[in-house]
């Protein structure tokens, strides 16, 4: 429930005046979140259902804002948002990563593409935003949004979404993304769908949210067909980065702080000391699984890593054995990575796996098993015994060098 509207005016309201206090909201509330004193309280238990405002035969009850936002039916010409996530004015990977999947869906829909830019002094970053696909540029750039807060950044991006209704909003799942993005939905009163690894756009024009459920064993799609927007994270670098167009242009528009009174700022910023393997940036992983039988012999990887200036990556199975630290871990549960080249030895390419690492450029895949799901994203397939091929592979690369 929101009944503060000096900010955001939306929410549920009961007017005192019309109230008679005769319950029938109480009753009729399927969540059990009015209590009648007098007159009606609405609880923290509305989700905004309305069906105490049909239920009132005194028109006491009202809802403000966000209803409308998020019941107004489908209309796909109102465009397709990305979250330009900014940190220290510097536009973080995933922002462009979506604007590349955007510019796709939009594209499916017949609609602009527009990008939301949220900060202070951050107008210089609009360009890269058009290069990158985006027909519009929102730009909220103001002082009071120098550091990032849920309360500041939910606020203005709610205003903005509830003014212009846009059909699909994306953003990434970063620690921000996953901070502030579900605030913008439940004030929205819509769906959200966190940590989707696939997206597309049905017959019916509804956007397609993939992502693993229940835990991690099923892919999941979900759709959001009554409320609007609809609203997905997406995990970075499981999207393709689009090719730039420099000097493309769009529209710029300039949006005014109508907020004030924040209760929140951002004291300090403190970097977290993290492990030095930098699987993120890196162009080549090799990554070992299970099937390396041991720690000692993580040895022949590191070995062909070492010769091909690889990162190593690790399965959660190798993980688990305790071979190769966390810090390693490339899936569902780990790092997600997008090298040019991805070489994945004695992994069985569980769903888990696979989500982390299956829109590197080029896979190649070292199993015994010609029956292991590996080979089904894999661009070359090596069927045999690890301990030949990998051992093979090393002399060959060497002999190359002449080393
Ligand atoms: C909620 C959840 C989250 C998860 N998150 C992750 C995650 O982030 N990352 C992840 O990796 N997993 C994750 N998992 C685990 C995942 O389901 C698998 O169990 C795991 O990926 C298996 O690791 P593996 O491929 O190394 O081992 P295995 O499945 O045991 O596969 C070993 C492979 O090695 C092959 N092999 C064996 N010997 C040889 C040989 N001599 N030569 C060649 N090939 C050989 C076998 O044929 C087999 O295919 C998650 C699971 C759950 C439920």
Redesign the pocket.
């Known amino acids: 429930m929101n009944q503060d509207t000096s900010q955001t005016p939306t929410g549920i309201f009961v007017d005192k005046d019309k109230c008679t206090g005769c319950g029938n909201c109480a009753d009729t509330c399927p969540f059990g979140a009015i209590l009648v004193d007098e007159t009606a309280v609405i609880g923290e238990g509305c989700n905004l259902c309305a069906a105490c405002v049909d239920a009132c035969d005194f028109d006491a009850i009202y809802i403000l804002g966000k209803k409308e936002a998020a019941l107004t039916g489908p209309d796909d010409s109102r465009g397709v948002w990305v979250y330009a996530e900014q940190r220290e004015k510097v536009l973080a990977p995933v922002s462009m990563e979506l604007l590349g999947e955007g510019r796709r869906l939009a594209d499916i829909l017949g609609c602009p593409l527009s990008a939301v830019l949220l900060g202070h002094q951050v107008a210089g970053l609009a360009d890269t935003l058009f290069a990158f696909g985006a027909d519009v540029v929102y730009l909220a750039d103001h002082p009071d949004l120098e550091g990032f807060t849920d309360e500041r950044y939910s606020a203005v991006l709610t205003e903005l979404i509830t003014e212009h209704r846009p059909n699909i909003v994306l953003a990434g799942a970063t620690a921000v993304g996953r901070s502030f993005i579900p605030h913008v939905a439940a004030k929205l009163g819509t769906g959200l769908t966190a940590d989707c690894t696939g997206l597309d756009i049905d017959p019916q024009n509804l956007l397609l949210q993939t992502r693993?459920a229940f835990?991690?064993?099923i892919m999941a799609t979900i759709v959001c067909p009554e409320r609007r927007p609809q609203m997905a994270t997406v995990r970075p670098r499981v999207m393709k980065r689009p090719t730039p167009q420099p000097g493309r242009k769009g529209q710029l528009v300039q949006v005014s702080l109508n907020h004030s009174g924040f209760k929140t700022s951002l004291m300090e910023v403190v970097q977290e000391l993290t492990d030095q393997v930098n699987l993120a940036e890196a162009e080549i992983i090799v990554t070992?699984?299970?099937?390396?039988?041991s720690a000692k012999n993580f040895q022949l990887i590191y070995e062909l890593a070492g010769l091909l200036g690889a990162a190593v990556g690790?399965?959660?199975?190798?993980?688990?054995a305790e071979w190769l630290s966390y810090a390693h871990?490339?899936?569902?549960?780990?790092k997600t990575v997008n090298p040019k080249l991805y070489i994945a030895?004695?992994?069985?390419?569980?769903?888990?796996?696979l989500?982390?690492m299956q829109s590197s450029d080029v896979i190649v895949a070292?199993?015994?098993?010609p029956h292991?799901p590996?080979f089904n994203v894999a661009t070359y397939g090596l069927v045999?015994?690890?301990?030949e091929?990998v051992p093979a592979l090393i002399e060959g690369i060497k002999a190359r060098m002449g080393i």
């Open positions: 693993p835990g991690g064993n070992g699984g299970r099937g390396l039988q690790a399965s959660r199975g190798a993980v688990d871990q490339i899936g569902q549960t780990g030895v004695g992994v069985s390419g569980a769903v888990q796996h989500v982390g070292i199993n015994n098993d292991a590996i045999g015994d690890l301990f091929i």
